[in-house]
């Protein structure tokens, strides 16, 4: 299953960039490994590489220069689920380079008993710590309204208010294309005996080094060459 023509409706920009096809992962990988300039038409990143609370490596490879749209390389190295459905400050298309995903996508409507609470996850300044402080105490129900396994070279979008978890098995990846963030934080839903819920939380990213970036994405090229 595809939906790559969806992808500049989620972006909410130009078209989808000729770097974001398949078969032009391996030149930008190589080139985000050897820090060389590459005419692909896109600007080196000013973010960093973190391991990312949901189980994958995120990996900035660059900002597409014909838009705004910012390009992230994902990698599970292990099979992995999203503990909490979730949206997304952004707008986003993403395609699986290796592997398989299944992305689940939900309806939330106000719950008739007790549910889910919904809570706002809003990054620090620094960028590095994500805070999440419950926003009410309206119990939410999350209603599941799509079910989709994704293969290598399937895509998929959404747009930032949309809910979904996701689920990677062993070694997949994927190349996502982001917008502009809409709102400023982003929905999280848990449940009422979450430990979470106490305080406010701190979730931190952990930062990756460059030696552990080159590792990643040698893993990467040799999972895909």
């Not at 972006?11 to 005419?39: C, F, H, K, N, Y």
């Not at 009410?136 to 599941?144: W, Y």
């Amino acid at each position: 299953m595809s939906n790559a023509p969806h992808a500049s409706v989620a972006l909410r920009g130009p078209a989808t960039p000729p770097v974001w096809s398949t078969p032009l992962i391996e030149p930008l990988l190589r080139t985000s490994l050897s820090g060389r300039q590459m005419d692909l038409g896109v600007r080196p990143p000013v973010t960093n590489a973190f391991a990312h609370p949901n189980g994958f490596a995120k990996i900035a490879l660059g900002v597409c220069l014909r838009s705004s749209v910012r390009l992230f390389l994902h990698v599970w190295t292990d099979d992995f689920s999203d503990s909490d459905i979730h949206n997304h400050r952004w707008h986003f298309a993403s395609t699986v380079i290796h592997g398989r995903l299944t992305n689940r996508q939900f309806t939330v409507r106000s719950a008739d008993g007790p549910g889910l609470i919904r809570c706002r996850y809003t990054p620090a300044p620094e960028g590095t710590r994500f805070l999440l402080v419950p926003v009410d105490t309206a119990d939410v129900v999350a209603l599941q309204r799509s079910c989709s396994t994704l293969e290598q070279g399937d895509s998929y979008s959404q747009v930032s208010a949309d809910f979904h978890i996701a689920h990677s098995s062993t070694r997949t990846v994927t190349l996502m294309a982001r917008g502009q963030p809409v709102p400023t934080s982003a929905t999280m839903l848990l449940r009422a005996d979450d430990e979470r819920l106490g305080t406010s939380c701190v979730r931190s990213l952990v930062t990756l080094t460059a030696d552990e970036v080159g590792e990643r994405i040698k893993q990467v090229l040799s999972w895909v060459t």
